[in-house]
């Protein structure tokens, strides 16, 4: 079974609409890293996440941690079609090995 | 821009060849890692590199060798592939092993 479950696997949203996706763990987080990837190019880093209960923001997209059920949350608000891709977590499992595992992705189309 | 480069972008090489992958970091980092991103599958981390010193090899074939001349540069020596091994091979570098890592565009291999 996938170490990091991401869901859903994708997601077709209205331009406007707020939208969440979800990224679980079978092991202890010990950091938490968010990415968006264009379809076949580099991953654009987005935030990081280390403590339990930590919430970052940047422009319409907040991640939180929530260290005890091993999980973070990615929610976009009044999303724009700019917001489409695909998003990745990722996750230090090891404690601070630079070893990340990753998750499918979630891919995101914005219907203008 | 990440201020992560790879070279080639685009590589097609029959399995009998002998080619290389080029990265380089223009961010000051002290990591640098090799990942492989095949279709439907999480991205997969190959080796890592902490101040030129490769520490992790994530059970990667011996057909795959990396070579990192000094913080800034990191080399995947490739000989003998498999069909398999065509995929997005994707180069990140990070501050310290507990940084978040900042990709390169990849380089998109197709083994004939």
């Known amino acids: 079974s996938q170490e990091l479950e991401q869901s859903p696997q994708s997601l077709i949203v209205q331009e406007g609409k707020n939208l969440t996706i979800n990224c679980t763990s079978s092991?202890?987080?010990?950091?938490l890293y968010w990415y968006k990837q264009k379809y076949g190019e580099g991953l654009i880093f987005l935030m990081m996440?280390?403590?339990?209960?930590e919430e970052k923001s940047h422009e319409k997209i907040t991640a939180k941690l929530d260290e005890k059920k091993q999980q973070s949350s990615l929610h976009i608000t009044a999303s724009q079609p700019s917001h489409a891709g695909i998003y990745l977590c990722?996750?230090?499992?090891?404690?601070?090995?630079?070893?990340?595992?990753f998750g499918k992705g979630t891919k995101l189309s914005v219907k203008p | 821009e990440t201020g992560v480069t790879q070279t080639p972008r685009h590589l097609v090489m029959g399995m009998t060849n002998k080619k290389s992958l080029k990265c380089e970091q223009h961010l000051g980092h002290n990591a640098m890692y090799w990942y492989k991103q095949s279709a439907k599958k999480p991205l997969e981390l190959m080796f890592v590199y902490n101040f030129k010193e490769q520490t992790e090899n994530n059970s990667v074939p011996s057909r795959f060798s990396p070579e990192c001349p000094n913080s800034s540069h990191l080399f995947l020596h490739l000989h003998t592939l498999q069909p398999e091994d065509s995929a997005l091979y994707l180069c990140?570098?990070?501050?310290?092993?507990?940084?978040?890592?900042?990709f390169g565009p990849g380089t998109r291999l197709t083994v004939t």
């Open positions: 990140a570098s990070s501050q310290r092993l507990t940084y978040e890592q900042y």
């Open positions: 990722g996750a230090d499992i090891w404690a601070s090995q630079g070893n990340l595992i």
């Open positions: 092991k202890t987080l010990y950091g």
């Open positions: 996440l280390q403590k339990g209960g």
